[in-house]
């Protein structure tokens, strides 16, 4: 499997459970404002993530030019 192939997969990962953690709370299921802000805290995490990702895809394509 390519780096970016792989790449693209954690991203697509990524985005499927910061999709799942968003449906969470928009929903309302958060029986408490420490559920709420525990799930706050996944998404910020993931957010991080993946913009880690989206700087190392990016420095390799640099590295390619």
């Given at each position: 499997?390519s780096d ?8 697509k ?34 957010n991080y993530?993946?913009t ?6 990016q ?7």
């Open positions: 499997m970016y192939k792989l790449l693209a997969h954690v991203s990962e990524i985005d499927k459970l910061r999709q799942e953690q968003n449906i969470f709370v928009v929903s309302g299921r958060a029986d408490n404002h420490a559920e709420y802000r525990h799930v706050c805290g996944i998404i910020r995490g993931l993530a993946q880690i990702i989206n700087d190392l895809v420095k390799m394509e640099k590295s390619d030019d």
